[in-house]
């Protein structure tokens, strides 16, 4: 595996799309935003649909992108359906479940995107909010319904997103409208909207560095949209982290 070029799966849809003469075909689709960002901070970018035994994959892989979308299924955290929460996807739920305990069982580099972030947090037995409006009594978190709107985030110092970020206050592009409630084992919340709403976790045992943690895994959760800016720290840290080094370097 060259160290320049690790590759990097990126969790993708599978649902109906149009194109041309081409009407509601079933596809395997992906904002390209997510290849780009990932090709633009120097890694290879490859889709994992979700289709059944796709975790297999992971020992192929030298980091992994959960990417957003629609909702998880509530039962999997053990709550009811909001009349908010969108139809549930049980294939793809069934595959980024899958994808995100072997990663975590591998100390795969990985970085959650929106959705993701949702993901890691019920597979660690966490729990989500499931319509923010109804929590924070606004629509700040998804403003704009085939967009981006931006808000502020408060980065934890000392955080391992605050050193790969290099910043502890930023502007972020943001489209959604659940986020995790009930923190899931290991994990904590290292970024947070003005209105309290989690928007990062990573695992505790990443630390200050200066703690002997160096050598943690890299798994970084943001509810916002990095692909969607131009900030591609997030994207660099996880190629940096997917390198492999030859032994006999």
């Not at 929106?114 to 947090?121: K, S, T, Y």
Request: charged content about 15%; proline content about 8%; glycine content about 12%.
């Amino acid at each position: 595996m060259s160290s320049i070029s690790p590759l990097i799966g990126i969790s993708c849809y599978a649902q109906p799309a149009s194109w041309g003469r081409w009407e509601r075909v079933q596809v395997n689709l992906l904002p390209r935003r997510y290849a780009e960002a990932v090709a633009r901070a120097g890694g290879l970018p490859v889709l994992l649909p979700p289709v059944p035994g796709i975790g297999d994959v992971l020992d192929r892989l030298d980091g992994l992108i959960l990417s957003g979308g629609g909702d998880l299924d509530p039962a999997r955290y053990g709550a009811v359906r909001d009349p908010e929460t969108d139809p549930a996807n049980a294939a793809r739920d069934e595959a980024e479940f899958a994808l995100c305990a072997g990663a975590l069982g591998r100390g795969l580099p990985l970085l959650a995107i929106c959705r993701g972030l949702q993901v890691l947090n019920v597979v660690l037995g966490g729990t989500l909010h499931q319509h923010l409006p109804d929590v924070v009594g606004t629509d700040a978190h998804s403003p704009v319904v085939s967009g981006y709107g931006s808000h502020e985030v408060s980065v934890a110092p000392g955080s391992q997103l605050a050193r790969v970020l290099g910043q502890t206050n930023l502007a972020v592009p943001s489209h959604h409208h659940q986020a995790a409630d009930k923190l899931g084992a290991g994990l904590v919340a290292t970024a947070r909207a003005a209105d309290g709403v989690i928007e990062a976790v990573e695992l505790e045992s990443a630390g200050e560095p200066d703690a002997g943690n160096e050598g943690s895994p890299f798994l970084l959760a943001v509810q916002w949209h990095p692909e969607a800016g131009d900030d591609l720290s997030l994207f660099k840290g996880l190629i940096t982290a997917a390198t492999r080094v030859p032994a006999n370097a």
